[in-house]
């Protein structure tokens, strides 16, 4: 069955600092979904990204889409404080309407003031 | 707009009593979903809906029954409660693609 992974499981940087988390998908994927969950919270919707090889940015944030539809990445620019929490990746397969939303394990930041 | 809204907020049974774990939608989505989620173990998907009568199974549905006679509740209901489930439970919906909307969760423990 689909089966998203996601690295790494936590990650501690130092404020300034980037952050980088990888997703990886073991089949094609419609499109894929992030998600940021603050401690104690509810996930909450960042992006989407469709196409191959998309590129999309949100202020200090980067997404992109692998070629082959079955990667992506999330880069963070110059860590805050702001940024602590969980981000995860939630890859559709299938087609259309009917896909079901896989969620990798996703990746805790911790960022020291 | 009330959005996703899931009861109870905490819920703690005994092993073997069964409960039902509620979640309503006022957005008319289509798509529904449960997931739970463990530490280390990221949202796994239980069961999933696309629409009011159809109903299928995620990652992890063992233990788990779920029904969609509407539009708006999808309820998931655990029969015979065991430790292994103690978990928090996420109820989500969207329409079509577009991104999920989340509940507030349930914090369920079984002793």
């Known amino acids: 069955g689909q089966q998203v992974m996601q690295i790494p499981q936590y990650q501690h940087v130092q404020e300034g600092e980037d952050f980088t988390t990888y997703c990886n998908s073991s089949?094609?994927?419609?499109?894929i979904q992030w998600y940021k969950q603050r401690p104690g919270g509810h996930p909450v919707f960042l992006i989407q990204?469709?196409?191959?090889?998309e590129v999309k940015k949100q202020k200090r944030l980067t997404f992109q889409f692998g070629e082959a539809k079955k990667n992506s990445s999330l880069h963070i620019t110059a860590t805050q404080t702001t940024d602590v929490g969980t981000y995860f990746c939630?890859?559709?397969?299938?087609?259309?309407?009917?896909?079901?939303?896989?969620f990798g394990q996703g990746t805790t930041l911790q960022v020291k003031p | 707009n009330a959005g996703v809204t899931q009861t109870p907020k905490f819920q703690v049974l005994k092993t073997g009593q069964s409960m039902t774990l509620q979640c309503a939608q006022d957005?008319?989505?289509?798509?529904m979903s449960w997931y739970r989620q463990d530490p280390g173990m990221g949202l796994r998907l239980i069961h999933y809906?696309?629409?009011?009568?159809?109903?299928d199974q995620g990652e992890v549905p063992n233990g788990y029954n779920v029904s969609r006679s509407t539009t708006e509740d999808f309820p998931l209901r655990l029969l015979s409660a065991a430790p292994s489930q103690t978990s928090v439970y996420f109820c989500a919906s969207s329409s079509g693609t577009r991104p999920l909307h989340f509940g507030n969760g349930t914090r369920l423990t079984v002793t």
């Open positions: 990204l469709v196409k191959s090889g």
């Open positions: 089949t094609t994927l419609s499109n």
């Open positions: 809906s696309v629409g009011a009568g159809i109903t």
């Open positions: 939630a890859g559709r397969g299938g087609s259309g309407n009917t896909g079901k939303l896989i």
């Open positions: 957005m008319n989505h289509e798509y």
